[in-house]
T-cell receptor, first 114, second 115 residues
């Protein structure tokens, strides 16, 4: 069965600093890869996804992620954090051809400090 | 276009009672998913409908949980009788197609507390 590991349940950065949220998956066959964000009292919103093609994927709000097959990783980055980025971030995968059910990591709560 | 809606937003019930959660997907989305997040844990898949048919219910924890999607529109998830370990946030999502190319749109969730 698939598993997703997000290192760090809580990450704190200063405003303007680099954001790096880590995600590793377990499958030997590269799955579809997703990052979702949840703001307080809202549903999950898709930030970006990797399905095929270019391994550096750009998403909304200045976020991007790079798929590295050799490292089974899909880390999320943003060059400069903003206060509005404070939220919980979830990495998720789905098997290709598997009905698209998502397997999630445990989530990372991002705090942005002045 | 309205997003995925869920009702109620919060529910507090006693152990042994019954609760029914409702999800209205985005209009035209044949695929509807239920997920659950128990506090401190990851969001876990419960089941997947394609129209009114259960495509995959491998994540349903036990037979106290019953999901329906009559007419292929809204869905309900009934928990009967509720146990303490059923507490958590229940999310519903919908998508146009099963391929990972199609985004799953999530509702805000229903927070269920069983006391």
């Amino acid at each position: 069965a698939q598993s997703v590991t997000q290192l760090g349940s809580h990450v704190s950065v200063s405003e303007g600093a680099l954001v790096l949220l880590r995600c590793n998956y377990s499958s030997s066959v590269p799955p579809y890869l997703f990052w979702y964000v949840q703001y307080p009292n809202q549903g999950l919103q898709l930030l970006l996804k990797y399905t095929t093609g270019a391994t550096l994927v750009k998403g909304i709000n200045g976020f991007e992620a790079e798929f590295k097959k050799s490292e089974t990783s899909f880390h999320l980055t943003k060059p400069s954090a903003h206060m509005s980025d404070a939220a919980e971030y979830f990495c998720a995968v789905s098997d290709r051809g598997g009905g698209n059910k998502l397997t999630f990591g445990t989530g990372t709560q991002l705090k942005v400090e002045l | 276009e309205a997003g995925v809606t869920q009702f109620p937003s919060h529910s507090v019930i006693e152990k042994g009672q019954t609760v029914t959660l409702r999800c209205d997907p985005i209009s035209g989305h044949d695929n509807l998913y239920w997920y659950r997040r128990v506090m401190g844990k990851e969001i876990k898949f419960l089941l997947h409908f394609v129209k009114e048919s259960k495509q995959d219910e491998s994540g349903m924890p036990n037979n106290r949980f019953l999901a329906e999607r009559t007419g292929g529109t809204y869905s309900t998830l009934k928990v009967q009788p509720a146990e303490l370990e059923d507490s958590g946030v229940y999310f519903c999502a919908s998508s146009q197609d099963v391929s990972g190319y199609y985004e799953q749109y999530f509702g805000p969730g229903t927070r269920l507390t069983v006391t």
